[in-house]
Each structure stands twice: as structure tokens, then as C-alpha cells.
């Protein structure tokens, strides 16, 4: 079976396609999408680690980890798609 290495989908970019359709009307969450500190997080314990830093208060917690979940679902389906996908590409060659 084909190993296909799926792309990386960055948080940066993410956040940039979620703020596209998904604005909220939240300043929190608009000033977040231009921050590059937080567009460069790379994990929970980094993402804890800037709110933090910034004396987020609970609601802007709530905020952060409800974005950074839905992040972390997007991957997972991304990954899940293009393995999918690989597994339809080699079951056609063979068939």
C-alpha cells in the first residue's frame, strides 16, 4: 500500500481560513488571527503557555481552546481524507 505523507496544515493557516467564513464578532478572537505569537503555537501546552503569558481571562480561554479543538479536528479529518483517498488509489491499480 502506498504511504502517502499528508501535508502539514499549519495553525496559521487555519486560523486564516476559519477567520474567512467564521468571523466571529469577538475583538478577542479577531486581534488572536494577527497575533504571530499565537498563529505559531504548535501545541496545548504552548497555547496554555501564551494565555498564560497574556493573562487571558476565561471567556478568552473558552475562545482559545474551542479554536485550538477545532484545529486539531480539521487536521485529524484532513489526514483521515487523504489516507482514504490513498487506500481508493491503490484498491483502483490493482483492480
Not at 466571529?24 to 505559531?40: N, W
Amino acid at each position: 500500500m502506498a504511504n502517502i505523507d499528508p501535508p502539514n496544515l499549519p495553525f496559521r493557516i487555519y486560523l486564516r481560513r476559519r477567520a474567512k467564513r467564521h468571523m466571529p464578532e469577538s475583538m478577542f478572537f479577531k486581534a488572536l488571527v494577527h497575533d504571530d505569537d499565537f498563529t505559531a503555537l504548535g501545541s496545548r501546552e504552548e497555547l496554555n503557555a501564551y494565555l498564560a503569558l497574556h493573562k487571558v481571562g476565561p471567556d478568552g480561554r473558552l475562545l482559545a481552546h474551542t479554536v485550538w479543538n477545532s484545529y486539531l479536528v480539521a487536521k485529524n479529518v484532513r489526514v483521515a481524507r487523504l489516507n482514504a483517498a490513498s487506500v481508493r488509489a491503490v484498491a483502483n491499480s490493482k483492480a
